[in-house]
């Protein structure tokens, strides 16, 4: 259980808090925001005011018995707050009120302060740190500490890791009265610009968005080879895009897909790790692209249509390469298509309700983006005409248009408890590393260490961003994980003389990749959870199938043309000759195209994709004629019985899945029923 279920009068209060904080968002982004400090320390308000009587300090003390007086005083129970998740709460929205009345003064008059403002600060950053650890978990708040003791201890650190001294009324000071702490940037795009794309998705879920993309999901992919999971795949990028959360996608989603794969032959290890992989690539799917995207156009100084613009041609391959992987595995595996009665027909698709909701209200973000309007009125202008087709579409009886506002009432109350106020309180932790960052110059330590080992070299250095952003990405959130990466790993690729918004991008593929790389890759662990079996092998198929997004972003940096920096016929070249790479690679990592490939295929297949991924006319003609030789070989050359090098596995025997011991009846009515179910599920908001 991750929530209370409150009733009564707390359940009042937070339906209260969630009105004034959907009404706070909305309006900001349609008329303008406040200062930062001011939009801040509202919005932190508004959130701390809902974690804690939310959120119980122990989840496994509320699933126990316990007494009476331990229920009321620390714990709580799974219905009401205890008295000290109301004393938290109190302790953490009072600092913040304060600086919302008198931010002013803080701002024009620096360094006017009394001694009781310190003691606010500890106490904000306390209630922060506790406030992130009920609604994400540890990793947040034990890479804060570590941060924070590097900063008051590090000046005793010998040698070239040391660094000035920073008493810790100087830490408190930066933290709670200046733009450089809590009211930064992290903290004011949140407020102001991602709030309104947090709501958005529950809302699109709850106008029915989800139900259409399921449904379309089953027509594209149900007809290809590997069916059940090409639905996952492209089910999981599309809802995904609206999302932007790895986790709660795969936790979304993947309560229909994964056991739909199962039912139809695949083995939980292969089914878990499908799901995982797609839904990774749900955060670099424009338009939306998670939180991560809007922060790093405030980061690099440009337009959010801009970066969506260089994100297109590599998220496509990404996907692409993925569904490539599900075709090869199904290949080697002996699975084929859905069966047919599995498959919506045409006229299923032809709901005009549910394509205006769609088509309407992502159309004019996109449009509104591309024209560069503010992206926080975009995202406010597609939620009010989502809300509009939704209630006013077909009849107009009360009876009718009734339910459809409880559920748009519904899908904000999810979205503002759930995942709203879960980023609120962690980016304003995760604030707080990044200052330390820049403050210590540990960014510029950790750049000049890499630089050291990779002597110089451009390739070796990327490899060491590569590591060090997986391993600060572990246990986190993609958002989290790639403001701390960007934080501690940008001088480096300044060094480099690398291009802003293409190490940027690179630095957020591989914080996407931390969910899905061993030791603790969240994702995996949350889809073995629903598919059983081995995680370790679910993480194993999860990065075969995602090969993409650790081969991509290399590119970024050597072959500008995949973010669209180029001529339209070159993007297009580059796009083509991506797609059909990725294919090749996959097709080389899981060994089947129309059946098992040897080694040299498997050989020639991979080097020639990745010849063509670089797209100079001499890598492509290569990488063509490799691909080539690989082709002529699978498909027209006898099989070879000199061992290892030209022997191929044995064919799997290929399951009739129109014949498979499975009641269709019953799949069919709980595929049908999973897109409406969908926006009922409170991990659809992450």
Same mark, same amino acid.
């Given at each position: 259980?991750?929530?209370?279920?409150?009733?009564?009068f707390w359940m009042?209060?937070?339906?209260?808090?969630?009105?004034?904080?959907?009404?706070?968002?909305?309006?900001t982004?349609?008329?303008?925001?406040?200062?930062?400090?001011?939009?801040?320390?509202?919005m932190?308000?508004?959130g701390?005011?809902i974690?804690?009587?939310?959120?119980?300090?122990?989840?496994?003390?509320?699933a126990?018995?316990q007494s009476?007086?331990?229920?009321?005083?620390?714990?709580?129970t799974?219905?009401?707050?205890?008295?000290l998740?109301?004393?938290?709460?109190?302790?953490?929205?009072?600092?913040?009120?304060?600086?919302?009345?008198?931010?002013?003064t803080?701002?024009?008059?620096?360094?006017?302060?009394e001694t009781?403002?310190?003691?606010?600060?500890g106490i904000l950053?306390?209630?922060?740190?506790?406030?992130?650890?009920?609604?994400?978990?540890?990793?947040?708040?034990?890479?804060?500490?570590?941060?924070?003791?590097?900063?008051?201890?590090?000046?005793?650190?010998?040698?070239?890791w040391?660094?000035?001294?920073?008493?810790?009324?100087?830490?408190?000071?930066v933290f709670?009265?200046?733009?450089?702490g809590v009211?930064?940037v992290?903290?004011?795009m949140?407020?102001?610009?991602?709030?309104?794309?947090i709501?958005?998705?529950?809302?699109?879920?709850?106008?029915?968005?989800?139900?259409?993309?399921?449904?379309?999901?089953?027509?594209?992919?149900?007809?290809?080879?590997?069916?059940?999971?090409?639905?996952?795949? +492209?089910?999981?990028?599309?809802?995904?895009?609206?999302?932007?959360?790895?986790v709660?996608?795969?936790?979304?989603?993947?309560t229909?897909? +994964?056991?739909?794969m199962?039912?139809?032959?695949?083995?939980?290890?292969?089914?878990?790790?499908?799901?995982?992989?797609?839904?990774?690539?749900?955060?670099?799917?424009?338009?939306?692209?998670?939180?991560?995207?809007?922060?790093?156009?405030?980061?690099?100084?440009?337009s959010y249509?801009?970066?969506v613009?260089?994100?297109?041609?590599?998220?496509?391959?990404?996907?692409f390469?993925?569904?490539?992987?599900?075709?090869?595995?199904?290949?080697?595996?002996?699975l084929g298509?859905?069966?047919?009665?599995?498959?919506?027909?045409?006229?299923?698709?032809?709901n005009?309700?549910?394509?205006l909701?769609?088509v309407?209200?992502?159309?004019?973000?996109?449009?509104?983006?591309i024209?560069?309007?503010q992206?926080?009125?975009?995202?406010? +202008?597609a939620m009010?005409?989502?809300?509009?087709?939704f209630?006013?579409?077909g009849?107009?009886?009360?009876?009718?248009?009734?339910?459809?506002?409880?559920?748009?009432?519904?899908?904000?109350?999810?979205?503002?408890n759930g995942?709203?106020?879960?980023?609120?309180?962690?980016?304003?932790?995760?604030?707080?590393?990044?200052?330390i960052?820049?403050?210590?110059g540990?960014g510029?330590?950790i750049?000049?260490?890499?630089?050291?080992?990779a002597?110089?070299?451009?390739?070796?250095?990327?490899?060491?961003?590569?590591?060090?952003?997986?391993?600060?990405g572990?246990?986190?959130?993609?958002?989290a994980?790639?403001?701390?990466?960007?934080?501690?790993?940008?001088?480096?690729?300044?060094?480099l003389?690398?291009?802003l918004?293409a190490?940027?991008?690179?630095?957020?593929?591989?914080?996407?990749?931390a969910?899905?790389?061993p030791?603790?890759?969240?994702?995996?662990?949350?889809?073995?959870a629903?598919?059983?079996?081995?995680?370790?092998r679910?993480?194993?198929?999860?990065?075969?199938?995602?090969?993409g997004?650790?081969i991509?972003p290399?590119?970024?940096?050597?072959?500008?043309?995949?973010?669209?920096e180029?001529?339209?016929?070159?993007?297009?070249?580059?796009?083509i000759?991506?797609?059909?790479?990725?294919?090749?690679?996959?097709?080389?990592?899981?060994?089947?195209?129309k059946?098992?490939?040897?080694?040299?295929?498997r050989?020639?297949?991979?080097?020639g994709?990745?010849?063509?991924?670089?797209?100079?006319?001499m890598?492509?003609?290569?990488g063509?004629?490799l691909?080539? +030789?690989?082709?002529?070989?699978?498909?027209?050359l006898?099989?070879?019985?000199?061992?290892?090098?030209?022997?191929r596995?044995?064919?799997?025997?290929?399951?009739?899945?129109?014949?498979?011991d499975?009641?269709?009846?019953?799949?069919?009515?709980?595929?049908?029923?999973?897109?409406?179910?969908?926006?009922?599920?409170?991990?659809?908001?992450?």
């Amino acid at each position: 259980m991750n929530k209370r279920n409150l009733t009564g009068f707390w359940m009042g209060y937070t339906v209260v808090i969630t009105v004034i904080t959907v009404v706070f968002v909305i309006g900001t982004c349609l008329l303008g925001a406040f200062h930062p400090a001011l939009q801040g320390s509202l919005m932190v308000a508004m959130g701390l005011s809902i974690v804690f009587i939310n959120f119980p300090m122990s989840k496994r003390h509320l699933a126990e018995e316990q007494s009476k007086s331990c229920a009321l005083l620390v714990y709580g129970t799974k219905n009401y707050p205890s008295v000290l998740d109301i004393l938290l709460t109190v302790m953490g929205v009072v600092p913040c009120l304060i600086i919302s009345l008198f931010w002013e003064t803080f701002v024009l008059m620096p360094f006017s302060f009394e001694t009781y403002h310190l003691y606010l600060g500890g106490i904000l950053f306390f209630v922060l740190l506790e406030a992130t650890r009920r609604t994400i978990g540890i990793m947040v708040p034990i890479l804060v500490g570590v941060f924070t003791a590097y900063m008051l201890l590090g000046h005793h650190i010998p040698g070239e890791w040391g660094h000035a001294h920073y008493p810790v009324y100087e830490l408190f000071y930066v933290f709670y009265l200046t733009t450089e702490g809590v009211w930064g940037v992290l903290t004011d795009m949140v407020s102001r610009l991602v709030a309104i794309f947090i709501l958005l998705g529950p809302v699109l879920f709850a106008t029915g968005l989800g139900s259409f993309f399921i449904k379309l999901s089953r027509f594209i992919g149900g007809r290809i080879r590997g069916g059940a999971a090409q639905i996952a795949v +492209i089910a999981s990028s599309f809802l995904g895009m609206i999302t932007g959360a790895t986790v709660a996608n795969v936790a979304t989603t993947g309560t229909f897909t +994964i056991p739909t794969m199962k039912k139809f032959g695949y083995k939980p290890e292969i089914a878990g790790g499908t799901e995982a992989a797609a839904s990774c690539s749900g955060q670099i799917l424009p338009p939306i692209m998670g939180a991560g995207a809007f922060i790093m156009a405030e980061l690099v100084g440009i337009s959010y249509a801009s970066v969506v613009k260089a994100a297109i041609i590599p998220s496509i391959c990404f996907v692409f390469g993925i569904a490539a992987g599900v075709y090869c595995l199904a290949g080697r595996n002996g699975l084929g298509k859905l069966p047919t009665r599995l498959i919506p027909k045409a006229e299923e698709l032809s709901n005009l309700k549910e394509i205006l909701g769609t088509v309407v209200p992502i159309g004019l973000l996109v449009y509104l983006l591309i024209t560069y309007v503010q992206p926080e009125k975009c995202g406010a +202008i597609a939620m009010i005409s989502a809300i509009a087709i939704f209630l006013f579409y077909g009849s107009w009886k009360p009876s009718v248009i009734w339910p459809r506002v409880k559920g748009i009432l519904k899908a904000f109350y999810s979205g503002v408890n759930g995942s709203l106020v879960m980023l609120v309180v962690m980016m304003s932790c995760v604030q707080v590393v990044v200052t330390i960052i820049n403050a210590t110059g540990f960014g510029i330590m950790i750049s000049q260490f890499i630089m050291e080992i990779a002597g110089g070299i451009k390739i070796y250095a990327l490899f060491g961003v590569m590591i060090v952003a997986i391993v600060l990405g572990m246990g986190m959130s993609t958002t989290a994980a790639y403001v701390v990466a960007a934080a501690a790993l940008m001088p480096i690729m300044k060094s480099l003389d690398l291009p802003l918004l293409a190490t940027h991008l690179f630095i957020f593929y591989f914080a996407i990749a931390a969910a899905i790389t061993p030791p603790v890759c969240v994702a995996v662990f949350t889809a073995r959870a629903i598919s059983g079996g081995s995680w370790l092998r679910v993480a194993v198929y999860a990065m075969g199938l995602s090969l993409g997004g650790y081969i991509v972003p290399y590119f970024f940096i050597f072959q500008p043309a995949i973010l669209m920096e180029g001529t339209v016929m070159e993007s297009l070249r580059v796009l083509i000759g991506c797609m059909v790479a990725m294919f090749f690679i996959e097709a080389a990592t899981f060994g089947h195209i129309k059946r098992p490939t040897t080694v040299l295929e498997r050989f020639l297949f991979f080097g020639g994709g990745l010849l063509l991924m670089s797209s100079s006319l001499m890598t492509d003609f290569i990488g063509f004629v490799l691909v080539g +030789i690989g082709l002529l070989s699978h498909f027209f050359l006898p099989v070879s019985p000199i061992p290892l090098i030209c022997k191929r596995a044995e064919q799997a025997p290929l399951v009739e899945m129109d014949k498979l011991d499975v009641d269709q009846e019953e799949v069919k009515h709980f595929l049908d029923e999973s897109g409406r179910n969908i926006a009922e599920s409170e991990d659809a908001v992450g």
